[in-house]
């Protein structure tokens, strides 16, 4: 089945350590997001790829980053300069364009201790 | 910048009881927009989408206009079910350069009771 995976779906760190969530997709999509969710706060856009080796940062890219090494992969990165990391992160994907649909990953809590 | 305003919930309403979510958005140009929707520990699937003015989207009962004299896009559905209580968002779409994205509102919470 076509769609967009992210693991693990629970992730506990230790506070000062860096920690990268997955996030692969077999749609042939050519854009990928990543966002935060905080309660109360929406969807917040941390970085954004319209294509392999290529990213910008969204609203929020402090503290973390990214890479966009294949069409399929787009891996987060939450570093220990992220100051409140604790939260839920979504991936999605996109055909090119504004009018097309997201898919979403079923996310990843992390909670930093 | 673009940014999207929805009503703060939560909204708890009877089952078969009519729904309305407002939406309002501000943004340059002429975004499309979308609802999503979240259930619990998952993430987010498109519930409906219009691509331009007076357009109207709609999915599993429930309907949305895109108004652009008012910048709105409310949620409507004429008779819910304890299975729509969820966390409903809004979004819109817009290029910026070369890219393109959503942006998100705040999420209302809708929760269905018998």
């Known amino acids: 089945d076509g769609g967009i995976t992210q693991s693990p779906k629970y992730l506990f760190r230790k506070e000062g350590q860096n920690v990268t969530l997955s996030c692969e997709q077999n749609l042939n999509h050519d854009a990928m997001y990543w966002y935060r969710q905080d309660p109360g706060q929406g969807l917040r856009l941390i970085y954004y790829?319209?294509?392999?080796?290529?990213?910008q940062k969204g609203d929020i890219a402090e503290g973390y980053s990214v890479s966009r090494e294949k069409k399929e992969s787009f891996p987060l990165t939450v570093t220990s300069a992220q100051k409140n990391p604790t939260a839920f992160y979504l991936c999605?994907?996109?055909?090119?364009?504004?009018?097309?649909?997201?898919?979403f990953g079923q996310g990843t809590r992390l909670t930093v201790v | 910048g673009d940014s999207v305003t929805q009503m703060e919930g939560p909204v708890t309403l009877s089952e078969e009881a009519f729904l309305t979510i407002n939406c309002t958005y501000t943004a340059t140009g002429y975004p499309s927009l979308f609802w999503y929707v979240q259930y619990p520990g998952e993430g987010l699937q498109l519930l409906l989408k219009a691509t331009k003015a007076d357009d109207k989207g709609s999915n599993k009962g429930f309907e949305a206009t895109y108004r652009k004299e008012t910048t709105s896009f409310h949620l409507e559905k004429g008779s819910v079910q304890v299975s729509d209580s969820a966390v409903y968002f809004c979004?819109?779409?817009?290029?910026?350069?070369?890219?393109?994205?959503?942006?998100f509102g705040t999420g209302t919470r809708l929760q269905v009771t018998l």
């Open positions: 999605a994907s996109s055909q090119q364009g504004m009018n097309t649909e997201a898919f």
């Open positions: 979004a819109l779409g817009s290029n910026t350069g070369t890219a393109s994205k959503l942006t």
């Open positions: 790829s319209q294509i392999v080796n290529d990213f």
